[in-house]
């Protein structure tokens, strides 16, 4: 199976601030990465696909680089309404496997 | 607007059985993949099964597999989750989701309020 390893695990940043996280694939996976955002008691919600393909509806503010095996997500600037956790997210190979996800608060 | 509703979870005992349906509505259900994905208490995201457009073709995790049954039934645009011999660590939230194509697992989206199902004596 392919492991995805994200960090941070949790991150503390300020209103306003640039915030990125990383998802490492333990093979290469081409572009074959989505990003997921989970509030809390919700379900979650697909932001980025195919690696930096913006989701129909989702803030400009998010964005998504990377492939091969390495893959970066981006808040340009964090507002408090994305307090969530973050997860990628691949689907090169079965399984489709997800990161462990990184946690976001407002410092 | 694309709406997907679970039903079915609860509370079973080791061993026991429970079927998961999934409602979908918005879309054209036979034209997508369909998936479950499961988060244990405080834990991340488990991918659990798909089953591609028409039915024919089935994944499952290997922490599942021969234990439990997806399957749809597209004239009723629903999905289900048949699982069987279930265990403490099957203890879940299980969210259905559409796939972003037809065949083979891609993204989610978008995903179903989740159902709760818990395994214990």
């Known amino acids: 199976d392919i492991q995805m390893t994200q960090s941070p695990s949790s991150l503390s940043a300020s209103v306003g601030d640039r915030v990125t996280i990383t998802c490492q694939a333990s093979?290469?996976?081409?572009?074959?990465l989505n990003w997921y955002q989970q509030k809390p008691g919700k379900a979650p919600k697909l932001l980025i696909y195919?690696?930096?393909n913006l989701e129909t509806g989702v803030p400009s503010r998010f964005s998504g680089s990377g492939s091969g095996t390495d893959f970066t997500f981006t808040i340009s600037s964090l507002q408090p309404e994305d307090i969530a956790t973050y997860y990628c997210?691949?689907?090169?190979?079965?399984?489709?496997?997800f990161g462990q996800g990184t946690k976001l608060e407002i410092k | 607007e694309v709406q997907l509703v679970e039903s079915g979870g609860g509370l079973v005992q080791p061993g026991g059985s429970l079927r998961l349906s999934c409602a979908a509505s918005?879309?054209?259900?036979?034209?997508?993949?369909m998936s479950w994905v499961r988060q244990a208490p405080g834990k991340g995201l488990e991918w659990v099964s798909t089953?591609?457009?028409?039915?024919?073709?089935?994944y499952y995790a290997d922490s599942v597999k021969g234990r439990f049954t997806i399957s749809r039934d597209n004239s009723k645009h629903t999905l289900y989750l048949q699982m069987n011999s279930l265990r403490a660590e099957d203890t879940a939230v299980y969210y259905c989701?559409?796939?972003?194509?037809?065949?083979?697992?891609?993204?989610?989206?978008?995903w179903g309020q989740g159902s709760l199902v818990t395994v214990s004596s």
């Open positions: 997210q691949q689907y090169d190979n079965l399984p489709p496997g």
């Open positions: 089953i591609s457009g028409n039915g024919d073709d089935t």
């Open positions: 918005g879309f054209t259900f036979s034209s997508y993949a």
């Open positions: 093979q290469d996976i081409s572009n074959y």
């Open positions: 989701a559409k796939d972003g194509n037809v065949l083979v697992p891609s993204w989610f989206d978008p």
């Open positions: 195919d690696a930096s």
